[in-house]
């Protein structure tokens, strides 16, 4: 039995969960779930991300103490992850005690090892991307091109991490895939990186006062991105890791934020004589109805009013299915129903129902099962959740699905007589049903329950449409 340690990114607290937060989420479920079915020892974190300016600002506008803000917010993702079924091993806050302890020990560790040294910051700075920005970044109206935000002036003393003396280190282990960064086309981004050019970053701030302080300077709060990256050792228990807890595995986001994930997480890594994660996977960035989401355009999708809509597996799978994973799409509102009924309602419910109410009618009493699993399906399905293909896994269940429909209509099925026909048919369909079901458990765990419990059955009757159309 091997580990499987799969972390998303923690999520700021100054708004509340969207469906962009949700795609990530529900991803690593998946392949949570996934990978303990296959018999691997799962452990899934997620959590939420707490201090640094945006958040203190949030607070402020909203009237709230931090912490009080903070709380909320963090209830409401952990709320949202319930409603979505999505069943984290842990869920790591940055405002809590051991993570605080945790970020402290590594920054202590990282002066221990003389990787640090003051250094005085004067620049610019992006509270969207809580990061330092450069001239050059900026685009033609002197803003940040992601949050089309105009940059702050900054000039204070502060801790810098010795970054590019890890460089060489870091970009040969990416090279030589020591550290996998996939999809392949974000790899080559990231070794672009390091040819534009990479300087030291500062991982103390002086002025940010919504943080935690650096051990040894109580003026100085660590840096938010360093101290948010450092939560998927501090949820392990670092200084002090259980056994396996470390390396993570797969380290899932979209592309916003591989720079840190890539370069500076790494080399804080090496700087601080800790492993490096097996592999950081970078999926797409999605537009709703052509446009970024954004409360200015008003169209932002709260997953919550999805499971309102379409139900818990209905909101999974049309947040799960809409492109490839790993590719950068565009999800437009008014086709979920189209996907809903033409997928969920006619596709796997029809199935499920249509076939165990021909074999209610049939009444042969137990059917023969169990007899011939379809272990090409099986492999290829297991490759493609192991290479993160989550989109093209779905398509083979979903092609599967129609595959056994034609199967039904070209044999005509409910119109056999002969009981040894009957058995013969009905078990390839159950058998292949069950199949069904087990691999579509990490995407739709209800439903798989379901599926399975229909045609695991001594007698299999019809029950209530699986999903009943819109
Ligand atoms: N707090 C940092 C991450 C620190 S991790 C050590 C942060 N938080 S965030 O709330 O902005 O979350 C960014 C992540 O949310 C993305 O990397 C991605 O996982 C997810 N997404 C947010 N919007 C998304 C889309 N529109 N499309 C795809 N993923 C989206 O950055």
């Known amino acids: 039995m091997s580990k499987f340690y ?42 939420t991300d707490e201090h640094g300016l945006n958040i203190a600002r949030a607070a402020e506008k909203a009237g709230k103490p931090n912490q009080e803000f903070c709380n909320e917010i963090s209830q409401k993702f952990k709320k949202t992850w319930q409603n979505l079924n999505i069943k984290y091993s842990d869920f790591i806050r940055t405002t809590s005690a051991r993570h605080k302890k945790g970020a402290q020990a590594f920054l202590f560790k990282l002066k221990e090892n003389n990787v640090l040294y003051e250094g005085e910051y004067k620049g610019l700075y992006c509270t ?33 991490f010795k970054l590019k003396k890890f460089l060489p280190k870091v970009k040969s282990a990416i090279e030589f895939d020591k550290l996998k960064i996939e999809p392949a086309h974000i790899k080559s981004e990231v070794l672009g990186l390091f040819k534009q050019g990479l300087d030291d970053f500062s991982v103390s701030r002086e002025k940010v006062k919504w943080g935690i302080s650096l051990p040894w300077d109580k003026s100085q709060t660590i840096y938010v991105w360093v101290e948010a990256l450092t939560n998927y050792i501090t949820a392990r228990g670092y200084p002090n890791f259980s056994h396996n807890a470390w390396p993570a595995d797969i380290h899932l986001m979209a592309k916003d934020i591989i720079k840190f994930h890539c370069v500076y997480w790494p080399a804080m890594l090496m700087a601080a004589n800790l492993d490096l994660p097996n592999k950081i996977f970078a999926h797409g960035f999605f537009t709703i109805n052509g446009q970024k989401m954004s409360k200015s355009i008003g169209n932002i999708i709260d997953p919550n009013e999805l499971i309102d809509k379409f139900g818990v ?26 996907k809903y009924n033409a997928d969920l309602a006619n596709g796997i419910g029809n199935l499920a129902a249509r076939v165990s109410k021909m074999i209610e009618n049939a009444n042969l009493g137990a059917t023969a099962r169990a007899v011939s699993a379809d272990d ?47 058995k013969k048919v009905f078990t390839k369909l159950v058998n292949d049903i069950i199949m069904i079901g087990e691999r579509i458990s990490p995407f739709l765990p209800e439903t798989g329950g379901k599926i399975l419990k229909i045609f695991r059955a001594e007698k299999i009757k019809k029950r209530e449409a699986l999903f009943p159309r819109k």
């Open 6 to 47: 799969i972390t998303t990114p923690i999520y700021y607290v100054n708004a509340k969960p969207h469906i962009g937060h949700a795609y990530t989420t529900l991803a690593a479920d998946v392949l949570a779930r996934f990978h303990a079915q296959i018999g691997d020892k799962s452990f899934f974190l997620t959590g």
């Open 128 to 160: 969207g991307c809580e990061s330092f920005i450069t001239e050059k970044e900026l685009n033609k109206d002197g803003k940040c091109p992601a949050h089309l935000r105009a940059p702050e002036k900054v000039k204070e003393k502060n801790s810098f």
């Open 313 to 338: 597996d209905g909101a999974r799978y049309l947040i799960l299915s809409q492109f490839p994973f790993g590719q950068d799409g565009d999800i437009q509102e008014s086709k979920f129903i189209e």
């Open 376 to 422: 090409k399906f099986k492999k290829e399905f297991n490759n493609l959740m192991k290479s993160l293909k989550l989109y093209e896994a779905l398509q083979l269940i979903f092609q599967k699905i129609k595959q056994l429909d034609v199967y039904i209509n070209e044999k005509r099925v409910w119109e056999m007589k002969d009981e040894n026909t009957q």
